[in-house]
């Protein structure tokens, strides 16, 4: 069965620092990925996907993802994190009829 | 607006006691899922279903129930063989390639 593997379960990070989380995951074939972000207090919500062409995906907010087929990576960054992005990030992978895999997730307190 | 309602918001159930929890959503989606998280753990598929009156086993389907009479409602059950059910519960829904929509969740304690 496919699995996501997020590493890092809490990172804290000051304003402005640079931001990358990582993501792998076990399975051979064609995948989707996303990378969802919830707000304390809020809705899950999508923050990018990806399904084919450009490895280089680029979210809402400023984040951005690559995929890495030979790595089978879908790594989170961004360049530049606010308060405001301090969240629990999940990874996830849908490998068959639209079923989502979750990875742990990853809390991210950024301190102003 | 078009979304996921999930209710109650918070719901307290007694050891023993079979509980409902309600997922109804007006995006016209076919399918819709239920995930329970749980604290360093992320979210595991309970149920799905990808049409009416047909669903499947998630991962941690031991000590639920669910049912899918109509496309907008996929309410689930806690039933008293749960052993762990304190937890948060989402719902979601999707429909082909556009990603997940998730509710806002049900917290779920065991008093």
């Known amino acids: 069965a496919q699995s996501v593997s997020q590493h890092n379960h809490h990172v804290i990070l000051s304003e402005a620092a640079s931001l990358e989380l990582g993501c792998n995951y076990s399975y051979g074939g064609t995948v989707n990925l996303f990378w969802y972000v919830q707000y304390p207090g809020q809705h899950l919500q999508l923050l990018l996907k990806?399904?084919?062409?450009?490895?280089l995906v680029k979210g809402i907010k400023g984040f951005e993802a690559e995929f890495i087929k030979s790595k089978f990576s879908f790594n989170l960054r961004k360049p530049s994190v606010q308060w405001s992005d301090t969240a629990e990030y999940f990874c996830?992978?849908?490998?068959?009829?639209?079923?989502?895999?979750f990875g742990t997730g990853t809390r991210l307190l950024v301190s102003p | 607006d078009g979304g996921i309602t999930q209710s109650p918001k918070y719901l307290f159930r007694k050891e023993g006691q079979n509980v409902t929890l309600s997922c109804e959503q007006n995006l016209n989606h076919d399918a819709m899922y239920w995930y329970r998280q749980d604290p360093g753990q992320g979210l595991r598929l309970i149920y799905y279903s990808q049409i009416v009156n047909d669903f499947q086993k998630g991962d941690i389907a031991e000590g639920y129930s669910v049912s899918r009479e109509k496309k907008e409602s996929f309410p689930l059950t806690v039933t008293s063989a749960q052993k762990n059910p304190t937890a948060f519960y989402l719902c979601?829904?999707?429909?082909?390639?556009?990603?997940?929509?998730f509710g806002s969740g049900t917290r779920l304690t065991v008093v």
């Open positions: 979601a829904s999707s429909s082909g390639d556009r990603g997940y929509t």
């Open positions: 990806y399904f084919s062409g450009d490895p």
């Open positions: 996830a992978v849908n490998t068959g009829f639209q079923k989502l895999v």
